[in-house]
């Protein structure tokens, strides 16, 4: 159509895309995830040593449990997904693939977030901290199939550079989650439980914030934007 005989200029390209509100919607989850999966690998071990005691070791185990259980999480709804999507030979209905990415990431992130809020004051036993911790990363693999995919549903030929933008802006939350919480525990002098709620009650409200935008703002569909030819050769595949 009229639509695919339009060209634009890379910039004219990278402003429709940076003034999209579905496209912020995944830049925002992609660092409310990774700020969770940091805060996670980075300060439970610690937090497992200095709250029941733990050695090093056992709190290295206990914490590859958490991470196993996403990976399966993940690996199965994708499955389940594709399975589900593939029994309908024509293509999605307009508004599906929203529904199924909003319903994804609704969980995979309002979920671990209540459970994170909840962690310090509700852990009373190492078997409940681990098992609250596994049910929160089991829960996140969800945004798998939600945020971490949807820059293929909104312009499959520039997929691969919106993905390398948002995980760019993702991973600073490494960053700042090392710093930050740092900096929580040196004022509370690293053994007051007053201090690790704080570091929990941050992850849990900028994971809350993320899931709730991406309810507000993202879309499953293909973008405008999309469908117009760029005037250079990088992104014309």
């Not at 429709?16 to 995944?26: D, G, H, N, S």
């Not at 290295?60 to 399966?72: D, E, H, R, W």
């Not at 909003?102 to 977030?113: H, R």
Request: hydrophobic letters at 50%.
């Amino acid at each position: 159509g009229e639509e695919e005989e339009r060209q634009s200029s890379p910039w004219e390209t990278a402003k429709a895309v940076m003034t999209a509100k579905c496209f912020w919607a995944i830049m925002v989850n992609h660092f409310a995830f990774d700020y969770f999966a940091y805060t996670l690998g980075s300060w439970g071990p610690s937090w497992l040593m200095q709250r029941f005691g733990l050695t090093l070791s056992e709190a290295g185990v206990l914490s590859v449990l958490p991470a196993l259980s996403s990976m399966l999480v993940t690996l199965g709804s994708g499955a389940a997904i594709s399975i589900m999507l593939g029994r309908n030979k024509a293509a999605p209905k307009v508004g599906v693939m929203t529904r199924v990415r909003k319903v994804n990431q609704a969980i995979g992130m309002l979920v671990p977030a209540a459970i994170i809020f909840l962690l310090p004051t509700e852990a009373k036993s190492v078997g409940t901290a681990v098992l609250l911790l596994v049910v929160a990363s089991a829960a996140s693999g969800l945004c798998m199939s939600g945020h971490h995919v949807n820059h293929i549903d909104l312009c499959p030929r520039l997929a691969p550079i919106l993905y390398g933008v948002t995980n760019t802006f993702a991973n600073t939350s490494g960053i700042f989650t090392n710093l930050l919480s740092g900096a929580i525990l040196d004022e509370h002098k690293s053994t007051s439980d007053a201090g690790w709620q704080t570091v929990f009650y941050v992850s849990s409200a900028i994971q809350a914030s993320g899931g709730i935008l991406y309810v507000a703002m993202a879309s499953g569909e293909l973008q405008p934007w999309s469908l117009v030819r760029p005037r250079c050769s990088w992104a014309s595949a």
